[in-house]
């Protein structure tokens, strides 16, 4: 077991370069839809004309990446998503190719979007939450187990299969690494950043680790279960809710931080186990930590609904990374050319999607494994072909 292991991570991390095919998007697939926006890329329904099946294509504008991040994303998304068999890693067809402005590999389609679209105010309920956790942690472990940490664990990046929250899946390996690598500090999103990450100067390198990715997992966990941020920056010299919980945790005082005052005593140990601000001391086993608990309960009371005068009420600007406006217009022509809506009310989207979510008819498959023939036989010419590189 030990060598097959060692066989597989050495080839997870051996990244290969090859040639990505030129296909005309407009040729080979007809644009449904935009369901989802980054700050680097679009993310489209489509169907493919020739298969007539429904998927996923990310779009990553070609100033925006190079050629060696683009295929990085690539062969972690398809790698894991393979070694893991789909359960709760994305799945990425082994399709990657180039139009005239973009990069775009095809992933399957989650009918009920990413959490963004379905947390509301005061979260998605215990039930729930901890369905996610558990899926979430199972995906984590997973990518730990094979030395990766993913760095962009958000509600964004988590998308939805059933509207029961019993399939959830992680996506979105852009920023993977490996543990151990050195990054330079330059775009991490501030309200996920534990306080090491926040410590350190732009543009200054750190160490890729595993208790990164527990940090961000805790900010996600809490907005499940609460709706809101519990601060929004890891700092406690500039942000009075996290030198709340910092006193509290250091039981210099005794008062309860207000962010946490519907969770249970449980609940809580979660917390400070997944926030504990020495990286060395958090947390990483975060499926067993989740199973331990599994059965306790996690909120004593439902949430407040915060008003906008409440020092919890979080802007929806801080749970999701949005595009500026000048990587939003790289795109603009490519999308408009489609057909393809390029202003999203975020609001109006969350609850047309809550409206389908309740209303909703899509039959939901039990097979984890859904036979995709059809696609891949349909899809020779937008192959990249990497895996006889």
């Not at 679009?42 to 099946?53: A, D, P």
């Not at 690539?74 to 799945?91: E, G, M, P, Q």
């Not at 393809?340 to 809550?354: A, P, Q």
């Amino acid at each position: 077991m030990g060598a097959a292991r060692k066989n597989v991570t050495i080839e997870l991390h051996s990244v290969p370069s090859f040639h990505i095919p030129r296909v005309s998007l407009e040729g080979e697939f007809d644009i449904l839809q935009e369901v989802g926006e980054g700050w680097f890329a679009k993310v489209f329904l489509v169907e493919h004309r020739k298969s007539r099946s429904e998927l996923v294509l990310k779009a990553i504008h070609r100033d925006s990446t190079s050629k060696k991040d683009l295929i990085r994303e690539f062969h972690y998304s398809y790698n894991l998503a393979v070694l893991n068999n789909s359960k709760v890693i994305v799945r990425t067809f082994d399709i990657l190719f180039e139009s005239n402005e973009c990069y775009l590999f095809a992933q399957e389609y989650a009918p009920f979007g990413d959490l963004t679209s379905n947390v509301s105010d005061i979260g998605i309920g215990e039930i729930y939450a901890k369905k996610v956790a558990k899926q979430l942690a199972a995906a984590l472990d997973f990518m730990h187990e094979n030395d990766l940490v993913h760095r962009d664990v958000k509600m964004d990046n988590v998308l939805v299969f059933k509207s029961d929250f019993s399939k959830v899946k992680l996506g979105d390996f852009g920023e993977c690494r490996k543990k151990g690598t050195s990054v330079v500090r330059f775009n991490e999103w501030v309200p996920y950043c534990p306080p090491e990450i926040i410590d350190t100067p732009q543009d200054t390198p750190y160490s890729v680790e595993f208790h990164q990715d527990s940090w961000q997992f805790g900010i996600l966990l809490f907005l499940c279960l609460t709706g809101n941020i519990p601060w929004q920056k890891a700092d406690r010299r500039s942000d009075p809710r996290y030198q709340s919980f910092d006193l509290w945790l250091r039981s210099r005082v005794t008062k309860t931080p207000k962010a946490f005052k519907c969770l249970s005593n449980k609940a809580r140990r979660i917390f400070k186990k997944l926030f504990d601000p020495n990286p060395t001391k958090r947390i990483v086993n975060l499926g067993d930590e989740i199973l331990k608990y599994s059965e306790d309960k996690w909120l004593s009371k439902i949430p407040d609904k915060p008003t906008d005068d409440d020092d919890l009420a979080t802007n929806m600007s801080m749970l999701s990374f949005h595009s500026s406006l000048t990587d939003k217009n790289k795109l603009l022509g490519t999308l408009t050319r489609f057909g393809v809506e390029t202003t999203v009310d975020r609001n109006l989207k969350k609850d047309r999607i809550k409206e389908w979510i309740a209303t909703s008819t899509i039959e939901e498959e039990e097979d984890d494994n859904e036979d995709d023939e059809s696609w891949d036989a349909g899809s020779e010419q937008a192959s990249s072909s990497h895996n006889s590189k």
